[in-house]
Nanobody, 125 residues
Framework: QVNLVEYGGGLVQAGGSLRLSCAAS????????MGWFRQAPGKEREFAAF????????RYADSVKGRFTISRDNAKSTVYLQMNSLKPEDTAVYYC??????????????????WGQGTQVTVSA
């Protein structure tokens, strides 16, 4: 069992940056691979970024590649999402998610067993 709490959302102008944090508590954080997802109003939840338990492997959605960076600090039980060059279409509730360590890269929501409550990111034009 792991509990996840996201921080760092807010309102930013287009072209700006935000860093989201997701703090985990409970079972050893290094046991989990982590992902960030987002959900805009009226849309399905979509994958944004993935990071392996060691941080050696990452994967990004095409829509955020080159602008977002996922990282983790296992000593602090925290995963981050650095978001640069933000666009109005990045506006969404952002969720972090944890998956018990398994083989391969996970980009589907159903692969994750634990979710945070979400944090709102709003990008104004």
């Amino acid at each position: 069992q792991v509990n996840l709490v996201e921080y760092g959302g807010g309102l930013v102008q287009a072209g700006g940056s935000l860093r989201l944090s997701c703090a985990a508590s409970g079972r050893a954080f290094w046991l989990y691979t982590m992902g960030w997802f987002r959900q805009a109003p009226g849309k399905e939840r979509e994958f944004a970024a993935f990071i392996s338990w060691s941080g050696d492997s990452t994967r990004y959605a095409d829509s955020v590649k080159g602008r977002f960076t996922i990282s983790r600090d296992n000593a602090k039980s925290t995963v981050y999402l650095q978001m640069n060059s933000l666009k109005p279409e990045d506006t969404a509730v952002y969720y972090c998610a944890a998956r018990n360590r398994g083989a391969g890269i996970a980009t589907m929501a159903y692969e994750y067993g634990y979710w945070g409550q979400g944090t709102q990111v709003t990008v104004s034009a």
